[in-house]
């Protein structure tokens, strides 16, 4: 089953913009630690950011600090990755993911999380 659905993928050139959205079902995301993982063509699946409005966590890996802005709303149960800036590394499946605590490894520990969304999948070109 999926339990988390992601949306607002596509094709952007270089400097370019996209707002991804994922809306669960069952719970609400600011309940949970709401995370986005990504995957590009030959690499491992990577944490991109993670927001939890309980404690106020809001935490992005290096390369996409001051580009990409993870944020929720609750009246419409959604979470968003604004992405801005759009380079061609960038270019990946990225999968919506949700987890009541934070694993004891830390955020990025993608294998311990509880939800998943289908994936949506951004090209950038050059």
């Known amino acids: 089953d999926v339990q988390l659905q992601a949306s607002g993928g596509g094709l952007v050139q270089a400097g370019g913009s996209l707002r991804l959205s994922c809306t669960p079902s069952?719970?609400?995301?600011?309940?949970?630690?709401m995370a986005w993982f990504r995957q590009g063509p030959g690499k491992e699946r990577e944490g991109v950011a993670c927001?939890?409005?309980?404690?106020?966590?809001?935490v992005y890996t290096e390369s996409v600090k001051g580009r990409f802005t993870i944020s929720t709303d609750g009246a419409k149960n959604t979470v968003y990755l604004q992405m801005n800036n759009l380079r061609p590394e960038d270019t990946a499946v990225y999968y919506c993911a949700a987890i009541f605590e934070l694993p004891l490894g830390g955020w990025r520990e993608s294998d311990e999380y509880e939800y998943w969304g289908q994936g949506t999948l951004v090209t950038v070109s050059s």
């Open positions: 927001i939890g409005s309980r404690d106020g966590t809001e």
């Open positions: 069952g719970f609400t995301v600011d309940g949970y630690y």
